[in-house]
């Protein structure tokens, strides 16, 4: 009986704890009360407790980790400029140069390696400041409502109607060229989508009582925002960062491939750039464009792991489903009918 009204009690609440540590208290043995091979859902855990002991985000994170310290000891590793030429033209990957070198000589690796300094400091950049933006905009909407809500939807919806690689195109093209003015204008492009999601969330936040509590005791906007709404936001303001981050490295590549960025610096971008110039592809140099693309691809698919960690974790239809040990085994298997036990 006490076994059944715990079980009962826990799956009320949503869960359904196994045997050990998150066992229900009542429940006899651990948990050995559950039918054997029934499915039980881990309990809630804090968000970082989740993406620590998940493999993707552990996995993801490893990745990211490895081209934020190879960016951060590029200029220990290779103090010299790594536009200078070093050795011959088009030479392929050997002892000397690991990843051979350019149409102009230069040291592949070197480009590489300090090529990550550039593209992680505008995606990074990028992310955050989309994601801030879209913080601000989605909980001021949401928030306020009436008047403020149609002018903001308004205005984000105008940028998400216009075309994204047109304005990308005309704003880098018409501005200065340099880092500022790329993450300048990947910023004013990329802020919109993070806007719209943020400000669906936080409606559905805005709607519940506590917050309609907090508005009663006569507690300030920007605290019910910040305090009340958006610490509830955390895993979508999370996965919207990343999505983000993804966007301007990617973004940055587009442009600087197609020269609308600062050529002098150098950037993985910039490295498929003049790849493209000197006619790597058309040599089969293929040692000059492959290490910068696969570099773009293993920092977007690192993110990506973390971001679907993210979406694993906080997501209750998709936490793992791990089935409940039998508490005890048979003692022994009945002999089948129309067999003599042996002798």
Known sequence: MTTSIATTASTVSGETF???????????????????????????RSLLHGL????????????????????????????????????????????????????????????????????????????????FIGILVGLAAAYFGKFIDEALSLTTNVFLLLPGLPLLVILAAFLPPGLGTVILVLVVTGWAGSARVLRSQ???????????????????????????ILPN???????????CIIYGIGAQAGLEFLGLGDVSTVSWGNNLYWAGNEGALLTGSWWVFIPSGLCIALVAFS??????AVDEVTNPRLRKIRKSKPASKPAGKPAKPGKRASA
Not at 20 to 44: E, I, K, Y
Not at 91 to 102: K, V
Not at 202 to 228: C, H, N, Q, W, Y
């Open 202 to 228: 936080a409606l559905s936040i805005r709607s519940k009582d506590f917050v309609a509590a907090a508005v009663v005791t006569g507690e300030r906007p920007l605290r019910i925002m910040f305090r009340e």
């Open 303 to 308: 993110l990506s792991l973390i971001n679907y």
């Open 52 to 131: 620590l002991t998940n493999k993707k985000a552990m996995t993801g994170a490893a990745m990211l980790f490895f081209f934020i310290a190879l960016a951060l000891l590029a200029p220990v590793l290779y103090p010299d400029n790594p536009s200078k030429i070093t050795g011959m033209a088009s030479q392929e990957p050997d002892a000397e140069f690991w990843l051979g070198t350019t149409a102009k000589g230069q040291d592949v690796l070197a480009l590489t390696i300090h090529g990550a300094r550039s593209s992680l400091l505008v995606g990074l950049t990028v992310g955050f400041a989309s994601t």
């Open 18 to 44: 196994a045997g050990g540590a998150g066992t229900p208290p009542g429940t006899p043995d651990g948990g050995a009360g559950l039918p054997p091979g029934a499915s039980v859902r881990r309990p809630n």
């Open 233 to 243: 936001m955390a895993s979508i303001v999370m996965g919207t960062l990343l999505a």
